[in-house]
């Protein structure tokens, strides 16, 4: 139990549906009737964490490298695949090869997945692009998500989800999950649970609390797929999401992966790595936090 007059700890939700699986497990649990669960899309929790406004917070990796000397990640917890992710994709006109000097539009509403798509395509496939940030209010109707002037796009979340289960004709839909692992063998990271660092050392029985809360959550929903994607499925209805059915999500839900374990690890150093040497973030974790694990999980800096 929480001391009296401690105060409610402000746990941030991404609101697409790939969260809905920890929705589900904390009110399953009743967890969720215990702290302040605040919903936004991950951009907007990051820069809430980041001014204090959350305690913990799911954070795109990318926000979490750039600011790991403030943050610590959460145990066990993330949001990846080792294989197809289903919601961060690549969507192209034509060729992924033929887009050297060509506009790619870089949603604005994930950081992670719009870096991965700079190395992917660069490093991995060895063509320039133009990139034009794009945010999601300027598709307008556009069911594919790539602007007229653009040869392809990243697609997040609930929209990448929706052009995964029926993608329209003349576009193709290439899954960034999946060409990372084909690209490194490793499993990727989207997002981490982060801490801000002061929070934890001042509030570490609240974030033990609340990690084993969301840890629950997670074996849960796994343990009722069926109930889960019924529940996402409603949920999505009601929201700016719109229906999916039931089949979709139950098929997302198998191919994400909440775990943060030393494949996971090894793909947040790899990662880290490339985006250092690309200048988007200070340094490589090793380089600036050493420890035998490379990287700062809470509890401190060993």
């Not at 794009?134 to 929706?162: C, E, K, N, Q, Y």
Request: aromatic share 4%.
């Amino acid at each position: 139990m929480k001391p009296s007059g401690s105060p409610r700890t402000r746990l941030g939700d991404i609101s697409f549906l790939n969260c809905a699986p920890i929705r589900w497990g904390l009110s399953d649990s009743g967890a969720a009737h215990g702290i302040d669960v605040i919903s936004a899309p991950p951009e907007r929790l990051a820069a809430g964490l980041l001014a204090g406004d959350l305690d913990i917070s799911p954070v795109s990796l990318v926000r979490y490298l750039r600011h790991a000397d403030d943050l610590c990640l959460l145990p066990g917890l993330a949001i990846g695949s080792d294989g197809p992710v289903r919601s961060c994709h690549l969507v192209s006109r034509g060729p992924l090869e033929e887009l050297d000097g060509r506009v790619v539009a870089l949603s604005e509403a994930s950081r992670s997945t719009a870096l991965l798509a700079r190395m992917l395509l660069e490093d991995a496939i060895g063509v320039r692009p133009v990139y034009r940030a794009l945010r999601r209010d300027a598709l307008g109707h556009d069911p594919g998500g790539v602007p007229r002037t653009a040869g392809a796009a990243v697609v997040i979340g609930d929209d990448a989800l929706r052009l995964w289960a029926d993608a329209p004709g003349g576009l193709t839909v290439h899954d960034t999950g999946e060409m990372w692992r084909n690209w490194t063998g490793l499993p990727m990271v989207f997002a981490v649970w982060a801490v801000r660092r002061t929070f934890a050392q001042d509030h570490p029985d609240a974030v033990a609390q609340v990690g084993a809360a969301l840890t629950d959550a997670v074996r849960r929903a796994r343990a009722h797929p069926r109930e889960v994607a019924a529940a996402a499925a409603r949920e999505a209805r009601g929201s700016s999401a719109g229906a999916f059915g039931e089949g979709v999500l139950l098929d997302y839900y198998r191919a994400l992966d909440y775990s943060l374990g030393d494949r996971q690890l090894a793909a947040i150093q790899e990662f880290s790595e490339r985006a250092a040497a690309r200048g988007e973030v200070p340094a490589p974790l090793s380089a600036r936090i050493p420890m035998p694990a490379r990287i700062p999980i809470l509890g401190g800096r060993t």
